[in-house]
Every structure is written in C-alpha cells, then in structure tokens.
C-alpha cells in the first residue's frame, strides 16, 4: 500500500513538473507572439528589443535600468559571443532612435528589428550547450522580468 502512494505522489509531482515546464515555454511564446503583433512599428520594434532583452538576461546578462541601449550592447559584447554583437549594436541603435529620437518608424523597420531581435536569439542559443539551451528555454524569470517593465 505504501508503495501504491509513493507511486501516486511520484506521478503527481512528475506531472506538475511537466505542466510548469508547457506553461513556460506556452507563456513566453505567447509573449513573443504579442510583441511582434503590435499595432505600431515604433511598438513593434520595442517588442523586439524587450524580446532581446529576455534573451541576454536568461544568458546571464542582465540590463541595469540606467544603461542606454548602447551601454547594454557595448557591455553585453565581452561576454557573447562575436557574431551577436552586430545584430545587437544594430537593434540597440534602431530602438534607441524609436524611443528617444524624432525617427518615425515604418513597417519595414519593424521587420528589420525582429529579423534582428531572431539573429541574436539563434546565435545565442547556437553558441550554447544542449543542456543550457533547454535551462534557458524552461526559464520562468524573463516573464517575470518583462512584467516589471511593462
């Protein structure tokens, strides 16, 4: 009888842990998904700079609130690897026209951050072993990062 609870708690936990595990990967698609279907590309393109900066934090590189989005790239450039940091230092200088400069975006500026805002998260997530891929990937603390900055 005993056995029979173990087996029935085991089952319940192994459960829950897969259940967790869909919810994240669920809620962060979800997440992506809404930022690149914002109704302006200014929106668009601070979707794929939040995006970008969920990656680099599950990376282990976290934004300070005071950075500039030059400071990140210039910053987040000695601890990724090489080929992220032209993609990066683009989308930081496209985000940072959008929201602190006069430049009205259009849709294909939108396109061209996302299409960044895609290179940095393959590069990241080439460049790291299988078992960080998935420990990034099954991370909860971006949803809980990018609900304190909206």
């Known amino acids: 009888m005993n056995w029979l609870v173990l087996a029935a708690v085991g ?4 459960l829950a842990a ?3 595990a869909v919810a994240v990967v669920l809620a962060k698609w979800r997440r992506r998904a809404s930022r690149r279907a914002r109704d302006h590309p200014g929106a668009v ?3 794929a700079w939040e995006e970008v900066l969920d990656r680099l934090g599950e990376a282990g590189i976290a934004a300070r609130p005071a950075w500039t989005p030059r400071e990140l790239a210039h ?3 000695a601890r990724i690897p090489a080929p992220v940091s032209a993609p990066l230092d683009a989308l930081a ?3 940072a026209a959008v929201r602190y400069g006069p430049y009205a975006p259009d849709d294909e500026d939108a396109r061209t951050a996302w299409e960044r805002a895609d290179a940095i998260t393959g590069l990241l997530t080439s460049a790291a072993p299988w078992r960080e891929r998935w420990r990034r990937r099954l991370d909860p603390a971006p949803l809980r990062a990018a609900a304190r900055r909206n």
């Open 11 to 14: 089952a319940l936990g192994a």
């Open 18 to 20: 897969v259940g967790t």
């Open 45 to 47: 393109i601070a979707g």
């Open 75 to 77: 910053t987040a450039a």
């Open 93 to 95: 200088d496209q985000y």
